[in-house]
Structure formats: structure tokens, C-alpha cells
């Protein structure tokens, strides 16, 4: 048995990815995209036809450059969605801008009109998560996007805080980031770290063991891996979220994982109930330091990400305006 396939018996196995062959290829149930893996996925032969299909949508909204760059940008983001939806039978997660972080009404009305362009290409919204950094702002936008139907994935988590207001939120699935919380404590401490004591894999656990204790229905699905350690060390999460490349190690590699994360065993974890005001919950994750400075930080690489996006958006849309 290949550990994919041992894998796959306890976690929903996605692609994070925005390449659809390497999609296809691996038949993951869902797939992830960001603003970094279209820019890669745009500048491919195979995807050029996207690429004038969005420029084309952009120019038919009309406005100037930095408007139509805006709508080019959402159109891209649909339309590789919905070619990922043709290779995957769940859902595809489309994100919302970082630079909208800290603005609940932006990030709302944004995850709406992508829901809006979705549907437009006939793509139930049961098959798209919009994807929204973990702050009070975007868990408060993410609270009003569920109870109209609208699910959720909220990214760039990393303490505990973040978890619990997302479940009290209801949102629909968080992206705790294994290997970024992983690559804080290995620099701050200046050595390598034991795989059982690896601290992306401890948060995940007792996030997981917190939301099937106290009966959440938020999904959690581990991102952001360093190696097949952190991977095995968390079969039986929800969902996992795994590169390409570690795809092809899991696919190619025979043996068993045998299942760390189990809910049966959740009720005996040492958690106590949690209700988060908004005070509570920034005074309780600006007590971990590595969240708050990996939040910071994850903020500002999606924004950056996202420019060079916008200006390869830029770029398109000058050259059809002619």
C-alpha cells in the first residue's frame, strides 16, 4: 500500500496547488489556491486561455487600468477555480485579497461577488471556499459570509486564539500553518527540533482535539508542510493540504500511517471551554509572539504575492486597451 492511499483511509487529501495537471495527477478530493500559485500557474502555456478569458471579461467591465486589473484578477481566480472543479470532485478554496485583512466589509463583499462569479458559471457555492486571513476582522466577515451560505476557509492561523473564535464564528474550515509555526520556533531556538516535539504538529492536535471535545463542526485542515513527518504525524486530521512534491513522496513511498488525531480520543484532552470577546481574543493571541509575528508576516507575503499579480494584471489589461 502506498501511504497516500494509507492516508487518504482517515484525511480528505488536497492539492495546494494552482497547477491542474499536477491536480489531476493526483486526484486529490479538494484543491487551494493563492494569489503566489496563479501567478506561477498564469505564466503557463497550457493556461494562456484563461489568462485572455480573464483580460477579455476585465475589458468588457470597462473603468480604468486599476479597476479593470481588480476584475481581471477576480475573473482569473473563477476560472482557474472552475478548471479545477472539472479534475476534483470537492471543493476548490479561492482567496480574497490579504490587503483586505483588516476590513470586515471588504472581505465580505469580495467573498460574495466571487460566490457571485462562481454561480455565474454555473458552480454551486457548496463547492467553493473563500479563503480569508485569520484576523478579528476577516473571522468577523467570515461569521457573516456563513450564515448566508457562503463557506469559508480561514488561512494564515497560528495560535490558539484564532482557532477558538473561528469555531465560535462557525466557519466552515481553518488552515492551520504547520510548517510556518515549525520554521519560527526551529530559528528562535537555533536547532533542529525532535519530530515528536515538532510545535505546528502539537498546535494542530490540540486544535483538533479542542473542536471535536467541545462538539464544533469547523473542519481543520493542516497546510504549510516541511516534510512527510508532519504529514504522518497528523493522519486523521479533517483534511490535509500537501504540495505537488510531497504528493509525489506519498504516492511513491509503500507503507502504513496508522492514525495519530482520533476523536474518540478528544473528550480526555485537558481543554477548557473558551467564549472570545474581541479584547480577549487579541490580548490572548498577542501573547504568542510566534503568531503574532507569522500573522504580521503571512499578511504582508500574501499582499506582496497578490501585487505581483496585479501588475502582471496590469500588464494584460494595458496591452488589450492597446
Given amino acids: 500500500m502506498k501511504l497516500l492511499e494509507s492516508l487518504s483511509k482517515y484525511t480528505t487529501v488536497v492539492a495546494d496547488t494552482g497547477d491542474i495537471e499536477a491536480i489531476a495527477r493526483h486526484r486529490p478530493q479538494d484543491a487551494t489556491t493563492n494569489p503566489s500559485l496563479l501567478y506561477s500557474a498564469a505564466q503557463m502555456p497550457a493556461y494562456h ?16 487600468h486599476v479597476e479593470m486589473a481588480e476584475e481581471f484578477i477576480d475573473h482569473l481566480f473563477v476560472l482557474f477555480g472552475c478548471e479545477i472543479l472539472k479534475v476534483v470532485p470537492g471543493r476548490v478554496s479561492t482567496e480574497v485579497a490579504a490587503s483586505l485583512s483588516f476590513d470586515t466589509e471588504a472581505t465580505a463583499t469580495k467573498g460574495r461577488k466571487l460566490i ?13 471556499l473563500i479563503k480569508i486571513a485569520s484576523t478579528w476582522e476577516g473571522i468577523r466577515a467570515a461569521e457573516m459570509l456563513e450564515k448566508e451560505g457562503i463557506h469559508c476557509n480561514l488561512t494564515l492561523l497560528f495560535s490558539f486564539a484564532q482557532a477558538v473564535a473561528c469555531a ?9 500553518f504547520v510548517g510556518r509555526i515549525y520554521d519560527w520556533y526551529k530559528k528562535n531556538s537555533g536547532k533542529d527540533i525532535p519530530d515528536d516535539q515538532d510545535p505546528g504538529v502539537i498546535s494542530v492536535t490540540r486544535i483538533y482535539n479542542y473542536y471535536k471535545k467541545f462538539g464544533y463542526k469547523t473542519q481543520v485542515m493542516g497546510a504549510s508542510f516541511r516534510n512527510l513527518n508532519q504529514i504522518i504525524r497528523l493522519a486523521g486530521s479533517d483534511l490535509l493540504t500537501i504540495s505537488p512534491d510531497l504528493l509525489d513522496k506519498l504516492e511513491q513511498n509503500d507503507g502504513v500511517i496508522d492514525r495519530a488525531l482520533d476523536p474518540a480520543k478528544a473528550p480526555s484532552a485537558k481543554e477548557e471551554h473558551l467564549h472570545l470577546d474581541e479584547k480577549t481574543f487579541r490580548w490572548m493571541h498577542n501573547e504568542d509572539a510566534m ?27 494595458a496591452a488589450k486597451a492597446g
Fill in 168 to 176: 465560535e464564528a462557525k466557519v466552515t474550515l481553518i488552515s492551520p
Fill in 116 to 128: 457571485s462569479l462562481y454561480e455565474k458559471k454555473g458552480v454551486d457555492r457548496k463547492r467553493v
Fill in 49 to 64: 486561455h484563461l489568462v485572455e478569458e480573464a483580460s477579455q471579461l476585465a475589458m468588457a467591465r470597462g473603468g480604468n
Fill in 291 to 317: 503568531a503574532t509575528e507569522k500573522l504580521g508576516e503571512g499578511i504582508r507575503k500574501f499582499a506582496s504575492d497578490a501585487r505581483h499579480l496585479e501588475d502582471y494584471a496590469l500588464t494584460k489589461v
